[in-house]
């Protein structure tokens, strides 16, 4: 089943345009990994997707259910605020630099949006948090709050957080570009064990071998626009494209 559907996105900011005519598919526990250099426009694709970002143009479509479609004169037009906010629980977002709150703990971090959006009762928000921190390794922090944890724990609860509210697509924006180099396997770590599982998701990163191993499909992005898309051996080890080929040129493959 496709998860994930964007057709022909656009997206301009003023007179810049940063997704030039963006279309791509996620099948049912796939994992994509989006790779291209900075400013060509991955943040602004996973913004549109997620709806942190309003786009100009085109289509996007979870589990069949369409949260933008294009309207008669070609902009696009979003579903009725019942409907996108139905849609909204399909997925979540990983940022880059964790975007958790501050002033509160580990726990109510990972519980909140489940005790006040979802109306899920104390108990049972408390026990999806205890069981993801679980899985996270990070029990022992329940109390404690973000400022006292490693960029590494920060992450691994903000994944908790995106967990918790069971999406169906999980997208990551470089979750370990904000991190030291050391502790970023960690982080690694927990995303190949969430592939293991089946997790279909969407990740934008610039660790090559990482993208190598974990993705079933490759996108490389320059300019707004997807440039080459395939296998991740072929996309990594062998790209066809000059400008695929430049970027690449720069990592350890
Ligand atoms: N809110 C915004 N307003 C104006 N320009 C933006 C905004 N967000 C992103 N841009 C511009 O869009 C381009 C693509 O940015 P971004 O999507 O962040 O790229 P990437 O994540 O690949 O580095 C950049 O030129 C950036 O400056
Ligand atoms: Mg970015």
Request: proline share 5%; glycine share 6%.
């Given at each position: ?150 960029g590494g724990q920060q ?43 089946r997790m279909t998701m ?44 430049a970027f690449l040129s720069?990592?350890?493959?």
């Open positions: 089943m496709k998860y994930l559907e964007i057709r022909n996105l656009r997206k301009s900011f003023g007179n810049l345009t940063v997704i030039k005519d963006i279309s791509l598919t996620v099948e049912e526990g796939q994992v994509v990994a989006i790779i291209g250099p900075s400013g060509s426009g991955k943040s602004t694709l996973l913004r549109c997707a997620t709806m942190l970002e309003t786009m100009d143009a085109g289509e996007l479509i979870y589990l069949g259910e369409y949260a933008v479609r294009t309207g008669p004169d070609g902009k696009a037009v979003y579903a009725s605020p019942k409907d996108l906010k139905r849609i909204q629980r399909y997925y979540s977002l990983v940022f880059q630099d964790f975007n958790l709150f501050p002033h509160f703990s580990v726990i109510k971090n990972v519980t909140d949006a489940l005790i006040t959006i979802q109306k899920m009762s104390k108990e049972e928000a408390l026990a999806i948090g205890r069981d993801l921190l679980r899985k996270m390794s990070l029990s022992d922090k329940e109390n404690a709050y973000p400022y006292q944890l490693s992450q691994r609860v903000s994944i908790a957080r995106a967990l918790a509210l069971s999406p169906k697509v999980l997208f990551f924006d470089e979750p370990t570009s904000a991190l030291d180099p050391e502790l970023t396997g960690e982080i690694l770590k927990v995303i190949r064990d969430l592939a293991a599982e969407v990740i934008v990163t610039h660790e090559m071998s990482f993208a190598r191993d974990v993705a079933d499909h490759v996108i490389f992005m320059d300019g707004g626009v997807i440039v080459e898309e395939g296998p991740p051996e072929a996309v990594i080890n062998n790209p066809q494209n000059e400008r695929t080929q720069r990592f350890e493959r």
